[in-house]
């Protein structure tokens, strides 16, 4: 009779080991999931992160210039590395009732870190662009004139991937 009931107890014993070992696999598959999550999000936060600090927008120069230099736009890079192969498209309109007529891109090979202003030139389209701070010419950006505006910049981060920023939203180019 001992016998038989030591051997009730040992084989309760292990089938709570069994219980235990399957509710712990279960457990270590969750917590697993929830790092490979952890490390997904984070991974690309980090490819994100030189691409997310480069941005452009519309800008309307105060000194006395004409109406056509006095349109230009204003590029930032507040990553510690430049870029490449920018392109920015912008459209133009001289009233929020105007029609927005496409302005031709301005095209970049190499855009170091920092805030540069350029303006509209009559005849080559661009001038070429200024460091803001070195600059010293007085800017004001156009933001209630919504046919006035950067449409799409693109460019080629640091690590050689392309990607494009359009209506604020930032996304990887596959293959461009």
């Known amino acids: 009779m001992m016998t038989e009931i030591a051997d009730w107890i040992s084989a309760l014993a292990a089938l709570g080991a069994l219980v235990a070992a399957v509710w712990a696999a279960k457990v270590s598959k969750r917590l697993y999931q929830i790092e490979a999550d952890r490390d997904l ?6 490819e994100k992160e030189q691409a997310s600090a480069i941005a ?3 800008i309307s120069f105060t000194d006395d210039s004409d109406a056509e230099t006095k349109r230009g736009l204003q590029i930032h890079n507040s990553s510690d590395a430049p870029v490449f192969d920018i392109s920015v498209r912008s459209t133009y309109a001289s009233s929020k009732n105007g029609a927005a007529e496409a ?3 301005l095209e970049l090979s190499i855009l170091p870190p920092g ?3 350029v303006r509209r030139h009559p005849v080559y389209q661009w001038d070429f662009p200024e460091e803001r701070s070195v600059e010293g010419r007085s ?3 156009v933001m209630n004139n919504p046919k006035w505006a950067v ?5 080629t981060d640091a690590h050689g991937m392309r990607w494009s920023r359009a209506g604020g939203a930032l996304r990887k180019l596959i293959d461009s």
């Open 41 to 46: 999000v984070a991974s690309e936060r980090d």
């Open 56 to 58: 452009a927008w519309c």
């Open 103 to 105: 302005v031709r891109a």
């Open 115 to 117: 805030d540069y202003t």
């Open 139 to 141: 800017v004001r950006p």
């Open 151 to 155: 449409e799409e910049i693109r460019f």
